[in-house]
């Protein structure tokens, strides 16, 4: 399987704990996104890299929210002390600078229950 | 306010059935527009994306049209099957700034036998 791929697909913690979660794009593509997702709602934009650099961070990314992409392949978004609000869908995408440049596609993403 | 509105928020059609989903927007300046299918529990799968200079654009039995004058579009889904159950998404591009996506809230189509 070529696309994205998101680990885990589904996370439970409490209260309190720290989690992160894995996004592997298609190979080759140098744009990454992360995107929240609340049910009954549209995604989100959280935050996009291009290669390792991180060029965007949306006001919805707060302080206990950290996202890398070391060496522009995979990437990781940690949410630190979590809370109930942050229950959701967390989505990656990537896409290229070749081909079709608007194209994004997606990972089946992370279910995130915090309890 | 969301800048991507779509209408009707939930929707049920018999199997082989024609439908329309309606989408609005205010992003300006526009660049394209996408729409996604979403089933439950999965990411969202691109269907059709159109530039300003595009004012219609098919994917087998779906078809989008694009009126960027009054800033409207529409997802016409034809001989609808049990398959087509999902979310549809309407999402604007603001020009410059393709990265940052303007989602709307999605459709909930519900096909019944």
């Known amino acids: 399987d070529t696309g994205v791929s998101q680990d885990p697909r589904h996370k439970i913690t409490k209260r309190g704990q720290n989690v992160t979660f894995r996004c592997d794009p298609i190979s080759e593509h140098n744009r990454l996104y992360w995107y929240r997702q609340t049910l009954g709602q549209g995604p989100e934009f959280l935050t996009y890299f291009q290669n390792e650099a991180q060029l965007e961070k949306s006001r919805l990314l707060s302080d206990r929210f950290s996202a890398e992409r070391p060496k522009g392949s995979f990437s990781t978004l940690e949410i630190q002390r979590t809370e109930q609000g942050d229950s959701a869908m967390y989505l990656c995408?990537?896409?290229?600078?070749?081909?079709?440049?608007?194209?994004?596609?997606f990972g089946p993403g992370t279910r995130l229950t915090v309890t | 306010k969301n800048q991507v509105e779509q209408s009707p928020q939930s929707l049920i059609i018999l199997e082989g059935k024609n439908c329309t989903l309606q989408c609005n927007y205010t992003v300006s300046p526009f660049s394209n527009l996408r729409w996604y299918k979403q089933d439950t529990g999965r990411g969202p799968v691109s269907l059709t994306i159109m530039t300003f200079s595009e004012n219609t654009k098919s994917n087998g039995r779906y078809t989008a049209t694009l009126d960027a004058d009054t800033k409207q579009s529409s997802l016409h889904i034809t001989a609808s099957q049990l398959s087509d159950s999902a979310s549809y998404i309407c999402?604007?591009?603001?020009?410059?700034?393709?990265?940052?996506?303007?989602f709307g809230k999605g459709t909930s189509l519900l096909v019944t036998p």
């Open positions: 995408a990537s896409s290229s600078k070749q081909g079709k440049p608007y194209e994004q596609y």
């Open positions: 999402v604007v591009s603001r020009l410059n700034s393709g990265y940052a996506l303007n």
